[in-house]
């Protein structure tokens, strides 16, 4: 198996447009920036899959050997796109890939349902083949996928709608290995049913939004606590990977007040004293 880190940031990206933080402004001025939070997958390096697609897909693409069309043809090696939720950041991409000649979409049903106005669109132009997510999938190339529900906050614009499992994380198996990468770039709480899912996995690309409960509170004033936007915050992780030293974890979905985006930083030391890592965009990992 390997797998293509293609972004590593949360929804507005490292720097963000509009934000002029210490992190937003040491990236701009260092060019050392992170486009948000995307990944791409393949059991057989000919047959790719994408979990999520975020608004910056275009760029991630173009950058990316390995997703690239043959020569002289139109064709993708992309065959398609698995959503953990339902948010912005994380599905607008699709748009992108409406160019497709076939696209196929697998999702939750709430996710589906919460993305109608969006595949409504890439379906006059595509033939979109809509899956619903429910336990492990077989995907071509020799993978299998299973998805865990490990969150029920919806996005805000769906903020209506009923359903469940509006998040989840993945694990990747492949079936002539046997080895394994779980992706969980929102999780609000390590409980026992995410210990299963990460139970025995060689590589973890871990929920790293906010390092601490109060990150975005004391950094922009405003009283938004980590959990109360679904994400588990990167201290509360650190007891848990020290106790798994034989998986590698690395966290991902870094929000631009996070101080993990800094080399220098003593919360990122921490990170590596417990054994872990940080993704970086473009980050290639093999499991052979």
């Not at 797998?3 to 210490?22: E, I």
């Not at 748009?95 to 696209?103: F, G, H």
């Not at 299963?196 to 590589?203: H, I, M, T, W």
Request: charged fraction near 20%.
């Amino acid at each position: 198996m390997r797998v293509r880190v293609l972004g590593t940031a949360a929804g507005g990206g490292l720097p963000q447009w509009n934000c002029g933080c210490r992190s937003c402004l040491h990236a701009r001025e260092t060019g050392q920036w992170r486009t948000q939070d995307c990944l791409a997958v393949s059991g057989d390096d000919a047959t790719w899959f994408l979990v999520n697609a975020a608004p910056d897909l275009r760029t991630q693409l173009l950058t990316t050997p390995e997703l690239q069309p043959p020569p002289g043809t139109r064709r993708t090696p992309i065959a398609g796109v698995l959503l953990s939720t339902a948010e912005l950041d994380h599905a607008l991409g699709l748009v992108t890939l409406r160019e497709a000649e076939q696209l196929r979409l697998y999702a939750t049903a709430a996710v589906h349902r919460a993305l109608e106005p969006v595949t409504g669109m890439i379906s006059a132009y595509t033939d979109l083949r809509q899956e619903v997510v429910t336990g492990e999938l077989e995907l071509p190339g020799g993978l299998t996928a299973r998805a865990t529900g490990v969150g029920e906050k919806r996005p805000r614009y769906a903020a209506g709608l009923a359903g469940r499992d509006w998040v989840v994380a993945y694990r990747f198996t492949d079936t002539a290995t046997g080895r394994s990468l779980v992706y969980a770039p929102c999780l609000p709480d390590w409980n026992a049913a995410f210990a299963e899912v990460v139970d025995g996995a060689d590589v973890v690309l871990l929920d790293g939004t906010f390092f601490t409960e109060d990150e975005l509170t004391r950094t922009s004033g405003r009283d938004r606590p980590a959990r109360s936007m679904g994400h588990l915050p990167v201290c509360a992780s650190l007891p848990e990977i020290a106790r798994r030293p034989r998986t590698r974890f690395m966290f991902t979905h870094l929000n631009n007040t996070n101080p993990l985006a800094h080399p220098d930083s003593p919360e990122l030391a921490e990170v590596h004293a417990a054994g872990a890592g940080v993704a970086a965009d473009g980050q290639l990992v093999e499991l052979r």
